[in-house]
């Protein structure tokens, strides 16, 4: 197989070169000069000065302050995956067992969220959540008195769902339109209710799906940094918004670095973690 | 009160009439066949009384409760689907035993009737692969074991041999006859194979293009077929001329006919080609009455090679006339 002497093999080196160069380009050389500077030396009025240290890691890891901007960007990635999942399949369930016109027409709302720019949308949902807002003003017409939405998690975690949603969808509804409907008919006919059809026999199923678009939206949603940056606000820092505070308020570069890299790689973990799992689950069984 | 009763069940889509206006009534403990070409509507006949096609027109009564609209999941019909639907992320134990698990058997007697169940159909060997990993053929048989394990009073079987071999597949419609006389299982099964549908039925109903053009025991709708159409769906046949000049068409069996020493039958006849059929030779020869094709029992005489010529003979009580105007 990795036999490159064979006609075939050495034509598909070639065949793969020019996307391996653009990907080398692309993405390994800004990543590789991140790390790289991640390990620079730091002086508050010259910058990164070069040499090599590992003080920024060991700062990241001994300081309160940037454990407690992980956890809650692994809280919020979590929660937003979870009210996902919770949204984003049934939704795709319904969808795929609508009729031929509704189908494509929700299908298309449900993609909506991707054809609005990113900054245009959160300022909607900034306008939408703020003091004067029109949530607001509901609350009050409904006496619950206004509440203060914006810069909470709450209003990260609400936009966040909304543009991620898609990223659930799709791949749920791709294993779906896999599924043989007879199958989950058979369920129905040796007596099983709708939901245990669905629970014993549908989920089972589209698990491959709903895994594959938890990783995408967790991916997504823990390194995002639009939404948080201005609905956070400048006290409810997520990570990727602390590195671009670090690479453009602080100037330590080498700082900004090293909790980007930090980010890379636990979200690596989270996603090479799941799809092992997958692959063992799931391999023998739906091939 | 039959067990089982369609009453003018149609099932229309748009412009084409799938199953249009079939009346059955269907006895407690009776194997009924659905025979008929491809596209003629039996497995939709089937999922409306699995209940997973509406009927657009016409009823559908089980022990007399009218069941045209009930949920699918209220009906307890065991039912072999002709894709199977096995569900593919189960073992095929786990497979064979969900309907038990729905009927809520405890776990001991559930593994004793899955084992059983399995054994029935020879793959008790298989029981902890998942469907992926099984053969076209091992597939139907554990959508069969999955259906009778759960020991349904109706049994809808669509083509649920047609992927075995001969001897798996006699094997099986041994096994469905002994659960029918054993359990008295009534049972339905699709098939498009004539010699299946006469082997285990106790009816046959011929369905063609949404109708049925003829219920009868398998013996009638072979010696008596109502439309020359269902005479050559089931066998093959010969056509003799008119015994008078305006008299109705005559029909011959190629086993109804014997060969002779030439000038010693009704006609000579030369033949054109034989085939060797096993326990059978049949014969294609050309005669003054027209083509004709001839089966012989291989009874271990020489067999007439191509260029012969042999005799033609019959009794006439063997000849059939068609019901007038029938196609
Ligand atoms: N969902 C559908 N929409 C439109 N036409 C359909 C649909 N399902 C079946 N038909 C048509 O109804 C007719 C009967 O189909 P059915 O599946 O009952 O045939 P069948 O007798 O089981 O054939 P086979 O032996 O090939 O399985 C066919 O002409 C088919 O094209
Ligand atoms: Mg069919």
């Known amino acids: 197989m990795s036999d490159t002497s064979t006609p075939r093999a050495r034509s598909a080196v070639w065949l793969t070169l020019p996307s391996l160069l653009l990907f080398t380009v692309v993405l390994l050389t800004p990543l590789s000069l991140t790390l790289l500077l991640s390990f ?76 609005v720019s990113v ?62 409907p007879q199958v989950e008919q058979a369920a129905l006919s040796f007596g099983a209710s709708r939901l245990t059809a669905i629970v014993r026999v549908v989920l089972p199923q589209i698990m491959p799906g709903i895994l594959s678009g938890g990783l995408i939206v967790f991916g997504l949603a823990a390194s995002s940094f639009a939404i948080p940056g201005l609905l956070g606000g400048r006290r409810l820092k997520m990570v990727a918004t602390t590195v671009y505070d670090q690479y453009l308020h602080e100037l330590n570069w080498p700082m900004g670095a090293a909790i980007a890299v930090i980010l890379l790689i636990a979200n690596l973990i989270v996603m090479l973690t799941c799809h092992r799992v997958v692959e063992r689950q799931y391999r023998r069984r739906l091939g | 009160m039959p067990f089982l009763e369609l009453d003018a069940l149609s099932k229309h889509y748009g412009p084409v009439k799938a199953v249009d206006d079939v009346s059955l009534s269907v006895e407690q403990g ?51 689907f002709q894709s199977y639907a096995l569900f593919p992320h189960m073992t095929v134990a786990d497979n064979v035993a969900f309907g038990l698990e729905m009927q809520k058997v405890d776990r001991a007697e559930r593994a004793r009737r899955v084992e059983q169940a399995l054994a029935l159909v020879h793959l008790d060997a298989h029981a902890g692969r998942y469907p992926r990993e099984l053969s076209g053929g091992q597939r139907q048989r554990v959508a069969l074991a999955r259906a009778i394990v759960i020991r349904p009073p109706l049994l809808l079987l669509d083509e649920p041999l047609s992927n075995l071999d001969a001897k798996l597949r006699e094997a ?3 096994e469905l006859r002994t659960i029918q006389q054993q359990v008295g299982t009534t049972t339905i099964m699709v098939t498009h194979d004539q010699a299946e549908a006469f082997s285990v039925s106790d009816r046959v109903v011929v369905m063609q293009s949404g109708r049925i053009t003829q219920i009868d025991t398998p013996y009638e709708v072979y010696e008596h077929p109502a439309s020359e159409f269902i005479s050559r769906f089931v066998g093959k046949t010969n056509l003799l001329p008119p015994a008078t000049a305006n008299g109705p068409q005559r029909h011959i069996r190629p086993e109804k006919l014997t060969l002779k020493p030439a000038g010693q039958g009704r006609s000579d006849a030369t033949v054109v080609d034989r085939f060797f059929l096993g326990s059978q030779w049949l014969y294609h020869l050309e005669s003054p009455l027209g083509p004709m094709v001839v089966v012989q029992v291989n009874d271990g005489s020489p067999a007439h090679a191509p260029g012969t010529v042999v005799a033609l003979d019959w009794d006439d009580a063997t000849l059939r006339t068609l019901p007038e105007g029938s196609r």
């Open chain 1, 40 to 115: 620079n030396e730091y002086d508050a009025a010259r910058g990164a000065t070069g040499g090599f240290t590992f003080s920024h890691y060991a700062a990241i890891v001994s300081d309160g302050y940037y454990l407690e901007i992980f956890l809650r960007t692994l809280r919020i990635g979590l929660i937003t995956t979870f009210l996902c999942v919770l949204i984003g399949v049934p939704e795709a369930y319904i969808l795929s067992r609508m009729a031929a016109p509704w189908r494509s027409v929700f299908l298309m709302i449900v993609l909506t969220p991707l054809l």
């Open chain 1, 119 to 180: 900054v245009v949308r959160t300022f909607g949902w900034s306008m939408l959540l703020g003091i004067e807002g029109p949530v607001n003003m509901l609350f009050q017409a409904l006496g619950i008195g206004k509440t203060r939405m914006l810069y909470t998690e709450g209003a990260v975690i609400t936009a966040l769902v909304h543009v991620m949603l898609p990223f659930m969808v799709i791949p749920v509804w791709t294993a779906l339109q896999k599924l043989d």
């Open chain 2, 30 to 80: 009776e194997f009924i066949s659905l025979l008929g070409p491809s596209g003629c509507g039996k497995t939709t006949t089937l999922q409306m009384i699995a209940g997973f096609v509406d009927a657009t027109a016409g009823r559908i009564r089980l022990q007399g409760r009218d069941i045209t609209h009930a949920p699918a999941n209220t009906r307890g019909l065991g039912i072999v």
């Open chain 2, 172 to 174: 099986m419609q041994f």
